[in-house]
Structures are given as C-alpha cells and as structure tokens.
C-alpha cells in the first residue's frame, strides 16, 4: 500500500493548514479519484499516537490523516514511458477514448452551480502572472510574460459569450482537473488517472476543453509534439466537439502557465544550484509553449481526393500530426451525423442508407461546418473525405477563398490490385470507421470525375503504391509547406 499524507501548507489556492483541513480533503481525494481509479484508492485512516511515534489506524486522537492506495509500478507512469522513448500512437488512441468517457460519468455544473463564469476563469489565469512575475530576474522574462497576459486578457473579452455558452451547454464539469502524464499510469494492461485535483473546486469545475489543454500541452512539452496533434483529432473524433476548438488556445497558454507558476513556486525549496538551474529551465520551456500559441501560425483548409483505399486517412493522419492541424474524417461524421457510433455496422447498400445521394449531400455540409469551425478558431483542417465530384471539390474551395486561407487538395491514387487488396485488409482487420467494400469501390471507380485543369494549382500529389515511410512523408511535407508559402505570399 501507499500512504499519502499532505503538507501543512498555504499556497492561497491550496491550504492544508489545519488537521481539520486536511482530513477533509483527504476524504475528497478519496471520493474524487475513486471516479476514474477505485481499484488504486481505497479509504482514508487515521494516523495516531504522536508525531515521533506515528501508529497507522492506532487508537486514540488521530495526528494526521493520509489516503490509503494500492501501490503501482512507477514504470507504468506515462512520463516515465516519455522519457524512455515509449510513448506511442497507440497510447494517445486510448488516451482520445479515455478521456471523453471520464467526462462521460462525472457530473455536470448546473447553471447556478457558479462554476465555469467567465471571470472566475479568467481570475485562474490572471492568478499565475501573479505568481510568477516576482521570481523574474531578467527583463526579457518579464517582456515575454507581459506579452503573454496582454494575449490573455484581449482573448478573455472575445470569448465570453463562447464560455457563457459552454457552461450553459454542459461543457463545465466536475474534471480530473489535473491530467498530465505524470497522473497517468498503464496498470493492469490499461491507462488510469489518478492524483486529481481534491483542494480547490474551481480548479476542478471547468470546460472539458481545459483538461483536455493540459494533457495535449504536456504531451507536446514532454517532446511529442506530433503525438499532441493526433491525440487531439482523435479526441474531436470520439466527441465531436470541434465548436471547442474555439476556447482550446486559450485554455493552453493557461495550462502552460500553471506549470510555469508550479517551476518558480520550486525555487524557494531550491537544495543547490542545480535544483534552481532546472526549475528555471522548466519554466522557459512552458513559457515557450506560451508563446509559440500566442503567435501560432494562420490556418489553411486541405481535402484528401481519392477512391476507397487510396491512403486517404492515412496521409490525413500523418500530415494532421505534422503540419499541426485538425483531421476530419468523413467516415466518422457521416455516422455521428445518423446517430451510428464510428465503429458502427450500419450495412447500408451502395447509394443507399446513410450513404445515400441525400445522405452523402448532408454529410458534406456537415464537413463544411467543422471545416469552418476549425478555421475560425485558427486551426488548419484537414477534411479526409473521397471528394470524386468536381462540385463539392469547388464548394470547399470557396469556403477556403471565403474564410481567405490557402486551400491545398491532396489527391491520392493507388493502382486497382493495390486498392482492393487494401480494402480486402481493412475489412479483415474490422474496426475501422469506414465501411466501403469492393462494391463501393466498383462504384466509386465509374462515378469518378477527373481533377479538370483549373483544379490543378491546388493539388498536391500522393501515390499510395510508393513508399510511405517517415521519409516519404516528411517530402510530402515539405511539398504542403512550400505550396502553402507561395500561396500565402502571392
């Protein structure tokens, strides 16, 4: 077992300052984490006899108080699999499913509740300069931090109707509140959170889109920054809350800063040179982190064009992970759009059920108002869909020239043999959003309108019989890069 006792400290927005204190949030903690880890918390006992002679659930007056837990290999922690070079996608896959059914079963803030108003988030923001800028020692932190809370404060008045709306939709709930890798673990085979947030509410209470900032933040400073963006499409895929997209920058300078305040609140417990050397470090990287959203690059609208098995969603992915944008995949919405799960069996005919014409025509328009949504919160959107007719092509190439950022199309093509052995795989394999069979691809193949000429200064070229390696795609990369540059220039 572990034993978890807290300090007798008064940080403000924590206070342990009295046994009275600490043995109820001790009892909080219990109630809290046993949410999302009741096979890891257990109870609460008291500590008695006296502080030189300890006794565990001893008679008499309780000392102190401390939360019993089943003890876990630290191994298991993902910031120690981080730091070993074994994080993986498949990580940041259970991670995208995880996440959304712990919000799933906690409860929701109640329109009276108080929590979630605006200022009261904005108060948690602004309360991390204030610890912060007494540690600076140079005026170049202070202008750097300055440049940030500036950010923070002209962001806060655009969002708040959207984070009145959020509250009043549901979005504020009782969260982890604290979900980082190092409150992660695989035990047992599976990812567990464990360690939230017991000693303040309104660090608790707050938009799922916060929590989520706080792990796809981590992710990216912990050197993982293409896993961060996977993560967070396959989030939006799990909930399809891209509307959330809107409040998620501003949630990530925050999440940023709280563990900028953690670095410098370690100074003062500072045991040598080297203990200050790697607070401050830790601080510079967070306030990079910051920053780098504070000025984040201008969004473009990418659609995949292909047939079935032409390598669509994987390019969408890889490049999703590597320009830094947001994947929408069609397969996914088209179900989410007639109340099917992802990996929902719907066996639909050809044309017909959800992928019937009217069925595909809403789909699209559905595709269009994500694809609008990412871009107006200043994400790049990646739409992974066929796109076979020159119509819905034109239609989002208008959104892009009304929104005025670049569009790019990524045509993807494979030889017949190639196209059907891939889907023969997928649908050996099962569980993949996409339900097309060598039916739909018959289909698809005589339904298919060529690219026409005045198309082809957007389209970037993929062949999905060659190599699609990191090499391969880091060029194809660096193609997307170079066409978005001369775009953006002329």
Known sequence: YVYKVKKAVDFGFLDYSTLEKRAFFCREELRLNQRFAPHIYLDVIEICGSCRQPVLQGGGEPVEYAVRMKQFSQAGLLSALAAQHKLGRAHMDELAALVPAMHERVAVADENSGYGLPDDIHYWVMENFAHIRPALEQPQQRQQLDEVEQWCSQTREKLQALLTGRRREGFVRECHGDLHLGNLAVIDGRITAFDGIEF?????????????????????????????????????????????????????????????????????????????????????????????????????????????????????????????????????????????????????????????????????????????????????????ATFLEFARRESFRELAADMSVPFLMLHCHADRETLQARIHDRQAEGGDPSEAGLAVLEAQLAGYQLLRPEELDSVIDTDADGDTGEAAIAGLVSAIQARLVLVTDS
Not at 214 to 227: A, E, K, Q, S
Not at 330 to 347: C, H, M, N, P
Not at 353 to 358: E, K, L, T, V
Request: charged share 20%; hydrophobic share 45%; net charge positive.
């Open 200 to 384: 303040n509410e309104q660090l608790r209470w707050i938009d799922v889109m916060s929590e989520l900032a706080f792990l796809v933040m981590d992710v990216r400073d912990r050197g993982y920054p293409r896993y961060a963006w996977h993560l967070l499409s396959r989030y939006l895929q799990h909930t399809g809350d891209y509307a959330g997209l809107a409040v998620l920058r501003y949630y990530l300078v925050y999440r940023a800063l709280v563990r900028a305040k953690v670095a410098v609140l370690r100074l003062p417990q500072a045991r040598s040179t080297l203990d200050r050397q790697d607070a401050w470090y830790e601080y510079a990287s967070y306030l990079r982190l910051a920053v780098d959203e504070v000025h984040a690059p201008p969004p473009s609208l990418i659609i995949t064009h292909g047939v079935s098995g032409s390598g669509k969603s994987f390019y969408a992915s890889r490049l999703a992970e590597q320009l830094g944008a947001i994947q929408i995949r069609s397969d996914i919405e088209r179900k989410r759009l007639f109340g099917y799960a992802a990996d929902a069996l719907t066996r639909s005919a050809v044309e017909a059920g959800i992928y019937s014409a009217d069925a595909s025509t809403q789909t699209y328009d559905r595709l269009a108002v994500l694809a609008h949504s990412v871009i107006a919160a200043g994400y790049t959107a990646i739409v992974d």
